[in-house]
């Protein structure tokens, strides 16, 4: 028995530490799609976020203007507090038109920006 090398399967040796390598990779794909996800969601909820801003902006300039107050003024205090900016105001007697914009963290090097835009009129404006 001496001397005798022990026969081993060929395949069986080059497979060391493929399962590991294919785990890892594996993982690192659910992370990498997690990331994706969660930001994906972000970007959703900032969307309905300025589109609530931009709604509640152009009713309070639409309020505001029939108080004789300045509309504009009225719409970029109320947007600012609902976390966007006012890119765009107009009154037309007391319609009010109003575009709210907020823009992402940085996130993979870039940032998103989304605009909404909303439009208020008093109830006297609506025809019964």
Do not use: I
Not at 55 to 64: E, G, K, P, V, W
């Amino acid at each position: 028995m001496r001397g005798r090398v022990p026969v081993r399967d060929p395949g069986a040796v080059r497979d060391r530490g493929a399962a590991t390598v294919h785990a890892a990779t594996v993982a690192v794909l659910l992370v990498v799609v997690g990331l994706l996800l969660v930001q994906a969601t972000s970007l959703v909820q900032m969307k309905h976020r300025v589109a609530a801003a931009a709604d509640l902006a152009a009713l309070a300039a639409s309020r505001a203007s029939v108080e004789g107050e300045d509309g504009c003024q009225a719409a970029a205090a109320v947007a600012r507090r609902n976390g966007a900016r006012l890119a765009a105001c107009r009154m037309d007697f007391d319609v009010a038109t109003v575009t709210a914009r907020a823009t992402s963290p940085r996130w993979w090097g870039g940032r998103w920006a989304t605009e909404q835009r909303a439009r208020a009129a008093p109830e006297s404006y609506v025809t019964p």
